[in-house]
Structures are given as structure tokens and as C-alpha cells.
């Protein structure tokens, strides 16, 4: 498999915790987003949408979005899985995870930034919305985990919540945002550095980590 990337995107962080997690090789192939490689018509051909990640698979398949990566890795491979067994924590786990993919993550982005800047906006604004994006969903993803004892997000193994969750920590650190403001967020972060599944897929341990 090829996993096309970038060491500091956020979502190609937590493909590459899930393929760790389950034992699986990937070689991987950078596009430096802030150079705007990921718009070359070459890698458009493999992501229509300029976006990374894009995982190539064995067999020549090309998939896109983290999240549907992440879920063919577990039909790949389901074991571990990346989701709890009891129902309605499996449920919760889902939603944690959605809460950061597709209403943290997206607003922040490099491509919306891009945008406000266009727009006219000063960059000090600019990287407040960043900071208040990563604040207020990080206060509510703190909040969704009220009840749940850990080390990890939901039980005693990570999940695709704890997959999501650890990439926007960084997110946030970049933006400035101080996360010990999370205790309960940063006790998980901490059980999943004990794992080398998570600490192999950092962005300074990637090849193209600057």
C-alpha cells in the first residue's frame, strides 16, 4: 500500500495511527500542502478532491477521506478493533470521532485559512478563529467523554475516538491553544503516547517531518 500524505496533515495522522494499530505497512509519498503540491494534476488524477490522505491499496484501489480509509483498514483487518463492542459505546465512539472530523477539523483547515485570507482578513484574526475553532470543539469533545473512566477515550484500548482525538491536540497546540485547559483530554493523550502505534505516527517521526 501507498499512503500519500503530508507529515502535519491532521487527517493523515490518524490513517497512520490506524494502520500502526493494526500491523499494517504503508510506503508513503508527501505532498507539501503549504507549497500546494496537492493541487499537481499528477496527484489530482489520484484525489480529485486536492486533499490528503489518499491510500493506495495492493491491488491498485485508490481510497480518500481518513475516516472511510480507517473503516476499510477494519474490514481489512479487524483485529484489534477500532471500536468498542457494547453498542451504544461503539455509537458514542463514532460520534466523538465525527465531532472532530467534520466539525473541528474542516474549519480550521489549511484550505479555509487560505480562504480568510483571501478575504482580507489579518492574520492575528485569522489564527484566532483557528484557536477558537480547536477551543470550542475541544470543550465539547471534553464534555462527550463525561462518565467514561478510560485510560482512552471510551475503555481501556484505543478507538477511532482516540485515533481523531490526538492529531487535533496538535492541531490545537499549533494555534496556541492551551489544551492543559483539558485535563481529561490530556490523560488520554498520554495513555496513547505509551503506545508506539501512536508515537510512530507523529509528525516529527514522518519522513517529511521540517
Excluded at 82 to 88: A, E, I, N, V
Excluded at 113 to 124: K, N, P, T
Aim: aromatic share 6%.
Amino acid at each position: 500500500m501507498v499512503l500519500h500524505g503530508y507529515f502535519r496533515s491532521s487527517a493523515s495522522y490518524r490513517v497512520r495511527i490506524a494502520l500502526n494499530l493494526k500491523g499494517l505497512q504503508a510506503a508513503q509519498v508527501a505532498h507539501h500542502l503549504r507549497k500546494g503540491e496537492q493541487n499537481a494534476e499528477a496527484y489530482l488524477a489520484l484525489n480529485p478532491q486536492g486533499l490528503v490522505p489518499t491510500l493506495e491499496t495492493d491491488d491498485g484501489g485508490l481510497l480518500t477521506q481518513s475516516l472511510a480509509i480507517i473503516d476499510w483498514l477494519e474490514e481489512l483487518r479487524p483485529s484489534p478493533p477500532l471500536l468498542p463492542s457494547d453498542p451504544w459505546r461503539r455509537v458514542r465512539a463514532k460520534a466523538f470521532a465525527l465531532a472532530i472530523a467534520c466539525d473541528i477539523h474542516p474549519v480550521q483547515n489549511l484550505k479555509v485559512l487560505a480562504r480568510l485570507r483571501r478575504l482580507g482578513i489579518a492574520e492575528a484574526e485569522v489564527q484566532a478563529w483557528a484557536a477558537s475553532v480547536n477551543r470550542d470543539g475541544l470543550t465539547a469533545c471534553a464534555a462527550l467523554l463525561d462518565g467514561e473512566p478510560g485510560p482512552f477515550c471510551f475503555g481501556e484500548r484505543p478507538t477511532l475516538a482516540d485515533i481523531c482525538l490526538v492529531p487535533q491536540l496538535a492541531n490545537a497546540r499549533r494555534f496556541g491553544v492551551a489544551v492543559e485547559a483539558f485535563p481529561r483530554l490530556i490523560a488520554i493523550e498520554q495513555a496513547c503516547a505509551g503506545l508506539a502505534a501512536f508515537r510512530d505516527a507523529a509528525p516529527d517521526r514522518q519522513p517529511d517531518a521540517e
